[in-house]
């Protein structure tokens, strides 16, 4: 299968603004996106949509299917690497903290 463009531009890292990255960007559909990481279509589609909501990924167009029927397929420009923070500094009266337990086999 030939995936869509990879497309490279260029990022001010925000810890050290004197250099500049190259940051690679793919333009994948959900499927794409599942057949390049091994995953289900359910598990693509739900990390797609976290990672919009959070505004790492955004939409860029549609693909129609050949014979033209159905639903168009989204296509997402997907960064190659992300930072995905699960909750805020707001949250912390409700993190639990725990010990965790070392369990030898």
Known sequence: MVYSN???SQTNQPTNKRKRIMEKKMKVTVAEFQEIKG???????SLMNILKVDGQVSLVGQRKRADGRGKPSNIFEIPQFITLQLFADADAPKVVETESETVEA
């Open 39 to 45: 995953i289900s279509y359910a598990e693509a589609n």
């Open 6 to 8: 990879v497309v490279v």
